[in-house]
């Protein structure tokens, strides 16, 4: 019976520092994307309207410019990560556990492991993750729609609805999604390392 229990905390463990390795990763480059691209558009507006002499109020303009530009690219850019972050959860070691990608099995071939993860491989593996996310996000949507109605507030969704709170939403449906598609989804599995 303790041994269960000492291995359900391992594997609680692994969950969430796998989780953290993925947030981390996932916000990071998400933002810095986000700003460099925002920071570019910013410029460009700048110099298109003739670099103007900066007082107080050129100041306010281009750091409005800069807000517009930032939350548009943060939702292009939190995609990009998404995707990218993927490849970085597998083959990596968390409380004696990790996360292993294997290969589609052919007819007359077992599955393998897949030693050196490239992009590729993760489309298949990507796509079922990102509809899972996907359905995560949409129920805590749900059920925050819900509860905001029940406690009285007359705002309609898309009124307190926006990229950060979507993006809580994705970090918080990012650490369910990792339990669910290891047990979903047959090319990937954990396991003791």
């Known amino acids: 019976m303790k041994c269960l229990v000492n291995l359900e905390k391992r594997v609680r ?4 520092y796998l989780w953290l390795k993925w947030a981390l990763y ?4 998400s933002l810095v994307f986000a700003v460099l691209v925002a920071a570019f558009s910013t410029l460009f507006i700048y110099c298109n309207q003739g670099c103007v002499t900066l007082t107080p109020k050129v100041y306010m303009a281009l750091f409005k410019i800069f807000q ?4 548009l690219a943060w939702s292009v850019t939190l995609l990009l990560s998404l ?14 556990f990790q ?10 071939k077992q599955r393998e ?10 489309v298949k593996v990507w796509r079922k993750w990102f509809m899972l996310l996907i359905w995560l996000v949409g129920a805590q949507m749900v059920i925050a729609f819900i509860f905001m109605k029940l406690f009285g507030s007359s705002l309609s969704l898309f009124e307190w609805f926006n990229i950060y709170l979507l993006y809580l939403f994705v970090l918080i ?21």
């Open 113 to 122: 492991k897949i030693e050196k993860i490239g992009y590729g491989d993760l």
């Open 99 to 108: 996360l292993i990608l294997f290969t589609c099995p052919d007819e007359n």
């Open 83 to 96: 995707f990218l972050s993927l490849k970085h959860i597998f083959n990596r070691c968390y409380a004696h």
């Open 13 to 16: 463990r692994f969950y969430f």
């Open 68 to 71: 517009f530009w930032f939350a």
């Open 173 to 193: 449906g990012g650490y369910f999604s990792f339990i669910i598609l290891s047990a979903k989804c047959k090319k990937v599995k954990v396991v003791k390392c």
């Open 26 to 29: 996932v916000t990071f480059s």
